[in-house]
């Protein structure tokens, strides 16, 4: 079965069992998916980030417990994806039992191999992240499009499954995004659009729903941003172009750090595809995302988890203001620490807005029955909510939710509307 | 045709006219596509050969496809235009957990729509 593979002498010894059961399980399915995805070895990977921890039925379940029934445990730092649970306010989630017992289940048996509790889509928020030229294993695809494009980490799309198999191994199949080629940029995006429009969080939202359309899995170089595109709107754009396609890396000339020109960004070949948008495209995408025009039935803002730079902000735009809508705040439980210490957090649930830590709004039921659509600045949340748990959305950003919130009808605030 | 994940199926033929997240797309209870934006939605992919371009989205995928072939609501087979190790990782762990096969490979069967395939070496 290794025909195409070359493995080194460890890689051997660990598909021998030499290594434990769960180790061997893992190795021999990430032989299989590297040959499939034509990866002439294994390489080293430093840390890894698990999807998989999230229940979505009992197969998940059923393969972390047979991993750590085998006597599993990582050999690298593992961080750990959200979960469908709030285990810091369990009350918020209104799960079925039974789901909810099997999603503890799931949570136990990842932190029982090893796994550090740290329950957030935002793994790069959290001390020590990676640095440039790192070789990882991420899954979640916001978090993994995020450490490619804005700290020039290096990971492929891992899924659930193929996430805990490296972080057992500590190893990775060496192609794709892992490789200088695969990082190559075959895609220019060339954006034209209102200069005023590089200071708005939704200009990045739409000009990732589009460039998700336009490069599929290929990797794109944007130029047209400069450095007021910071890592929150990159992180905004990124998740977004994950959803609407299957980006893994972007990269942004002059912004991101393996791009300083859109040269060397395509490796000095020609793009074989140039793309330009212009602000109807971000605009038809916004409203793409967000169409309803039903009156407010709640808020929903940090998908992925918000950073701390987001509910400071938040924080500030709120003070001394009352929500009249359910408004829902997620971040990390590090994240919310940290807002606890410098007082943001106080100030946000002084405006009446709920935390929601360790999971998402749009992957458990937790904002009830609303009596209309839900406003939310992520496109990432637009994308997926509709279809996970029926609400109409509409598209905002942090300060048009919050201003929506006070007067409960969806108002905005900048030049998308 | 390569083989991602070899194996045999047999199933009526559905080409995605645009690529679907199994993740927040497919629901593996009902067996429906979920996705409100996707042009298929409403339909059903359990027991067909499907083909599409490429997977997307969320890397979730893996999981919502395995789950998928555990209740019997799963594609026969996959049929993509690239590899793509997320599905193939989900179709894996299916067969090591349950024994169900759903073989994926990477080729072009577009004009078949419709019409039952076999997939796979006899």
Known sequence: ?????????????????????????????????????????????????????????????????????????????????????????????????????????????????????????????????????????????????????????????????????????????????????????????????????????????????????IAGTAVAVIVGLDQRADEDRLRALGATAASSGAVGL????????????????????????????????????????????????????????????????????CAGRKTRVPFFVNTSRDVLDRAETSGAAGKVRGFGATFVTDTCTYITPIIGEVGGSVMTNSGKWAYYAPGNLGFEVVMGSLADCVESAVRGVAVFTGPFA | MRALVPGRATGEVIVLEESLSFWGGYDPVSGFIIDGAHPQHGESLAGKIVVMPHGRGSSSASSVLAEALRLGTGPAGLVLDEPDQILVIGSLVARLLYGVVCPIYVGQVKEMSGETIELGEK
């Open chain 1, 1 to 213: 079965m290794t025909a195409g593979m070359r493995l080194d002498e460890a890689d051997r010894a660990t598909l021998a069992g030499e290594a434990g059961d769960a180790r061997r399980i893992a190795m021999e399915l990430l032989v299989a998916v590297g040959e499939t995805i034509g990866a002439p070895s294994l390489l080293d990977i430093s840390s890894a980030h698990i999807d998989g921890c999230l229940y979505h039925g009992l197969a998940g379940l059923d393969f972390a417990r047979k991993l750590a029934a085998a006597g599993g445990s990582v050999s690298v730092p593992t961080t750990l994806n959200v979960s469908s649970l709030d285990l810091l306010h369990p009350d918020l989630v209104r799960a079925d039992p039974e789901d909810a017992e099997r999603s503890r289940a799931q949570m136990q048996a990842y932190e029982s191999m090893g796994c550090r509790p740290t329950w957030t889509c935002a793994p790069y928020q959290l001390p020590d992240r990676p640095r440039l030229g790192e070789q990882i294993a991420w899954g979640e695809s916001n978090a993994i499009v995020f450490a490619n494009s804005v700290l020039g980490a290096r990971t492929n799309r891992y899924g659930d499954f193929l996430d805990i198999c490296c972080a057992l191994t500590g190893r990775a199949p060496a192609a794709g995004l892992h490789t200088d080629e695969g990082r190559r940029a075959t895609v220019l995006v060339d954006v034209t659009v209102p200069d005023a429009w590089r200071d708005e969080e939704l200009f990045y939202v739409g000009l990732g729903y589009v460039l998700g359309a």
């Open chain 1, 250 to 317: 972007f990269h942004v000339a002059g912004v991101t750090p393996e791009a300083p020109t859109a040269e060397q960004a395509l490796g000095g070949e020609p793009p074989e595809k140039v793309v330009r948008v212009g602000a109807h495209e971000v605009e038809t995408a916004l409203a793409r995302l967000g169409s309803s025009s039903e009156s407010l039935g709640a808020v929903s803002v940090g998908t992925p988890h918000a950073s701390l730079g987001e509910v400071e902000s938040l924080a500030e735009m």
